[in-house]
């Protein structure tokens, strides 16, 4: 069975080939960075016009390195939400043509689903790991910061960030420093030769018992730090940082990894973690992985990281999505597929 997902939420176009078992036949990223960057930030109006110009010639370049014809695919995987919906249309109206032309069955996808389930594909020919149930996904991305169960079939919210995502704030905190879009990855270069014992700064909570996150206390602290410092937006040279500078990015670093850990710890002490799946495009982070594969070793808990290259957006991990849902549900009615710009995890 051939599988095609289509990504076009945010500001990369993907398109991906699938077979039946998830191996990745292929999983072709345009990525938009380059056009937004200027603007520190995704701009919709610019994002959905690029994937509309990205999409052909990504889509015949996915069909072409997976050696398969239009006439294969079996089941047509776009994302229907959340996100920007003039981008989402773009890839979700494409994938409904295919669908109707070749009357094939087509599943929209969640996107964050599609996270939630990426710590399970391979890449390199491999059919994707056995899902055991129940286990635990930590999404943490450019716009959430989700952790749940996944039981078969039902997937129940835990904690979620009640105001930034953590790349979101990687992302403004960079671009405050004057450090390029997106964050995440510079910072997470740069902290690596800083000292993060050095500066205390605050590790979100959120009172009353809640286990949602908060990160827009470590990003106000550090923006205090640079009005401080008299960094004020001007160009820095990651390579280069004025003193100090590398010790606080590691203190930032630490801080955000220490929130996520301790959600975790206490999820666990809770209610049990038999495996955890981490995933979405922190994920990606060196020190969120190295602390929670300790983390895991020391708790006896499985650890499920993603491979690099399916931690930010890709269309292989929502051909996968879809499938998962296409075996357990079917397909529904085309015209009852629309675009969300909200769509929590775990609901309908
Ligand atoms: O999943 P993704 O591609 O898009 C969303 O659905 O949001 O995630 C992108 C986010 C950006 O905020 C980026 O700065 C962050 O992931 N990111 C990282 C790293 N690589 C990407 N954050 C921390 N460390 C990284 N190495
Ligand atoms: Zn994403």
Not at 25 to 36: E, G, K, L, R
Not at 143 to 151: K, N, P, Q, T, Y
Not at 314 to 336: K, Q, Y
Request: a negative charge.
């Amino acid at each position: 069975m051939i599988v095609l997902g289509i990504e076009t939420s945010c500001d990369e176009t993907s398109v991906a080939v699938l077979d039946g078992e998830g191996r990745v036949f292929s999983n072709v990223i345009a990525s938009q960075m380059q056009a937004h960057a200027a603007y520190g930030g995704v701009v919709p109006e610019i994002a959905a016009r690029a994937h509309l110009e990205n999409l052909p010639t990504v889509f015949e370049e996915a069909l072409d390195q997976a050696g398969v014809n239009v006439a294969d695919i079996a089941l047509v995987a776009p994302t229907a939400g959340p996100g920007l919906i003039g981008a989402l249309l773009v890839g979700l109206s494409a994938g409904k043509a295919l669908a109707f032309a070749r009357r094939v069955p087509l599943v929209g996808v969640n996107h964050l689903e599609g996270h939630l389930f990426s710590a399970h594909l391979r890449t390199g020919g491999q059919p994707a790991r056995p899902i055991e149930y129940p286990f635990h996904g930590l999404v943490v991305s450019g716009g959430h910061a989700e952790l749940v169960r996944v039981e078969d079939g039902r997937i129940v919210p835990i904690a979620r960030t009640r105001d930034d995502a953590p790349g979101e704030a990687f992302d403004k905190v960079a671009r405050r420093a004057g450090l390029p879009y997106p964050g995440g990855p510079v910072v997470d270069r740069i902290a690596a030769s800083g000292d993060s014992s050095r500066y205390a700064l605050p590790v979100g909570r959120v009172r009353n018992g809640s286990e949602d996150f908060s990160f827009s206390g470590v990003k106000t602290a550090m923006l205090r730090e640079f009005e401080k410092r008299g960094v004020d937006g001007s160009p820095l040279d990651a390579d280069n940082l004025p003193a100090g500078l590398a010790d606080l990015f590691a203190s930032f670093q630490r801080s955000v990894v220490t929130a996520l850990l301790q959600r975790v710890e206490t999820v666990h002490q809770r209610e049990g973690i038999r495996r955890l799946a981490l995933s979405g495009g922190v994920a990606a982070n060196s020190e969120l992985r190295a602390t929670l594969s300790r983390w895991g070793e020391e708790n006896g808990v499985p650890v499920l990281l993603p491979e690099k290259t399916l931690t930010t957006d890709n269309a292989a991990m929502i051909a996968w999505a879809g499938l998962l849902r296409f075996r357990r549900e079917g397909a529904p009615d085309l015209d009852t597929i629309v675009a969300r710009s909200r769509w929590p995890l775990g609901t309908a």
